[in-house]
């Protein structure tokens, strides 16, 4: 069955950096689609960032464009989330996600989900 898995999760200051990883397994198909998503106290889930890995690009939400990237290792079956210029409205709980090939990054459109990470922007 597919996995994910997300690791990097921490306590930073404001202004750091951190990079989250999701490392994904049993899929059996190129065509998919793999989402960032994230879930503050309170708040609804947020598409942070999706990818389409068929062609490879990227959707960022308009909270952390300029500040986070998504990147992926193909070799590895990883993807990545890098987050710099980290803010304290960042902190939630981060998830990796997939599901089918699209354009969305709305968090029904993902089937499989990762158990999430804990990331704290705090002074």
């Known amino acids: 069955q597919l996995q994910l898995v997300e690791s990097g999760g921490g306590l930073v200051q404001p202004g750091g950096s951190l990079r989250l990883s999701c490392a994904v397994s049993?899929?059996?198909?190129?065509?998919?689609?793999i989402g960032w998503f994230r879930q503050a106290p309170g708040k609804e889930r947020e598409g942070v960032s999706c990818?389409?890995?068929?062609?490879?690009?990227?959707y960022y939400a308009d909270s952390v464009k300029g500040r986070f990237t998504f990147s992926r290792d193909n070799t590895k079956n990883t993807v990545y989330l890098q987050m710099n210029s980290l803010k304290p409205e960042d902190t939630a709980v981060y998830y990796c996600?997939?599901?089918?090939?699209?354009?969305?990054?709305?968090?029904?459109?993902?089937?499989?989900w990762g158990q999430g990470t804990q990331v704290t922007v705090s002074s």
């Open positions: 996600a997939a599901g089918p090939s699209s354009n969305s990054c709305w968090w029904l459109d993902f089937h499989t």
């Open positions: 049993g899929f059996t198909s190129d065509y998919y689609r």
């Open positions: 990818i389409r890995t068929s062609i490879g690009n990227t």
